[in-house]
């Protein structure tokens, strides 16, 4: 990373106190029988766990099975990297606190607890400091294949394993940096819409960009939203979806809807495709 990143980086403060705004979800979430002690903003090792009722953890066991039986054969190799690395419990939530231990031990991240989806401005801070949000609520047991609502198996399961990879990281750190100097709505809904079809619903496949050539089967899952999701997982690679080429400037003008599985997807060939383009597209637009 360039000097000049690294100035912007270090005058970005880490946003302190509330984090989450409200949001209406289509989605059932259930919530820990005794809430954690910890406030909102709370980061690593000084996160304490609520309690959870033993129908929570289970709805977690249940999904990190079926999830783990899918995954081998729809997901990148760098997400399944940091699955082993993270190691989760198979019988219970994990805590937020151990889950922050071994990302910084990775790459030097963190998590700070959150109560829900935080807002554009915090969220670009965040990440420019290396700290990712996550919820310590689960969703309700009824919602297991697929919730538009962010909760723990989609902040750990879905993204932490990404984020212990140092060249995704590299990556979600200059969004953070770039995404934290949008000066207005249009240009934050250009940062959403990518943070959408990458990090949340991104796909990657050597073969992108080969047109006819294109092989399928080569194509793989790396969004977060995806990931967390198990009737997602299998619609995302079947031939429902429409898988177009990387494009930044055509993802940043994709409008999507977070209410029903995605019918359109935008795959990468590389994560150094995905870190240079977003570099060239965040320079180009002045952000970086």
């Given at each position: 990373m360039n000097s000049n990143l690294m100035h912007k980086q270090l005058h970005i403060p880490i946003p302190e106190g509330a984090l989450s705004i409200e949001v209406a979800y289509k989605a059932k979430s259930s919530y820990?029988?005794?809430?954690?002690p910890s406030c909102e903003g709370t980061i690593g090792a000084e996160i304490i766990s609520p309690t959870y009722s033993q129908e929570q953890h289970e709805t977690w066991k249940i999904m990190l099975k079926k999830q783990s039986q899918l995954v081998k054969d729809y997901l990148c190799k760098e997400y399944l990297e940091g699955m082993n690395l993270l190691n989760f419990p198979k019988e219970k939530i994990?805590?937020?606190?151990?889950?922050?231990e071994s990302l910084k031990k990775s790459t030097g991240w963190q998590i700070i607890r959150a109560e829900g989806l935080v807002s554009p401005k915090y969220f670009f801070a965040l990440l420019a400091n290396k700290v990712f949000p996550c919820t310590?609520?689960?969703r309700h047991i009824e919602e297991i294949d697929y919730t538009p609502a962010p909760d723990t198996f989609h902040d750990q399961a879905g993204h932490l394993a990404m984020i212990t990879n140092h060249r995704?990281?590299?990556?979600?750190?200059?969004?953070?940096?770039?995404?934290a100097q949008a000066?207005?709505?249009?240009?934050?809904?250009?940062?959403?819409?990518?943070?959408?079809?990458?990090?949340?619903?991104?796909?990657?496949?050597p073969t992108a960009h080969a047109g006819r050539n294109r092989v399928d089967n080569q194509c793989?899952?790396?969004?977060?939203?995806?990931?967390s999701s198990c009737g997602e997982i299998v619609y995302s690679l079947s031939d429902k979806?429409?898988?177009?080429?990387?494009?930044?400037?055509?993802?940043?003008?994709?409008?999507?809807?977070?209410?029903?599985?995605?019918?359109?997807?935008?795959?990468?060939e590389s994560f150094d495709e995905l870190e240079s383009e977003f570099r060239n597209w965040a320079q180009k637009k002045g952000f970086i």
């Open positions: 820990p029988i005794v809430a954690s994990p805590s937020l606190s151990h889950s922050s310590d609520f689960i995704f990281a590299e990556f979600f750190n200059l969004f953070g940096i770039a995404g000066k207005d709505d249009e240009e934050v809904m250009w940062f959403n819409r990518i943070y959408w079809f990458t990090v949340e619903f991104g796909l990657i496949n793989r899952i790396y969004g977060a939203g995806i990931a979806v429409k898988k177009h080429p990387f494009s930044l400037d055509v993802i940043s003008e994709t409008d999507f809807d977070i209410h029903h599985m995605q019918d359109q997807l935008f795959e990468i």
